[in-house]
């Protein structure tokens, strides 16, 4: 079973290695991604790129994930939201948002899982 939608269109995102969708609707714009069968640095990885996307945006990025990044959420600033979700299935599901009244700014070239 997918968590991305049938519809959205599949785009290149630099630094990615796994595919990425984009889906468009009344001006606002979701980008998906599916790191449930993959291991450390994976979701950090494309977490980070994903993240990129959405950055001053009022866009959003879903991950889908095999549990929740813990190690992920400790590298976030309070410019990005995130709000998880348990799936029927057993994965993940991270909605995250950027944050325009932030003090503080993620550094999104960090990608490592340790630390």
Known sequence: MS???QDAQKITVEGATV????LEKDGQSTYYFDTSKEGPPHPMVNAMSGLGLIKGTNDTLVMINHKTPGGLFGKLEDDV????QDLPDG????????????ASESDLTQTSCGG
Do not use: E, G, Q, T
Not at 19 to 22: A, C, E, Q, V
């Open 81 to 84: 939201r995130y709000v998880v």
């Open 3 to 5: 968590h991305i939608p």
């Open 91 to 102: 994965l993940v599901k991270v909605v995250f948002s950027y944050n325009p009244d932030a």
């Open 19 to 22: 595919d990425f969708y984009k």
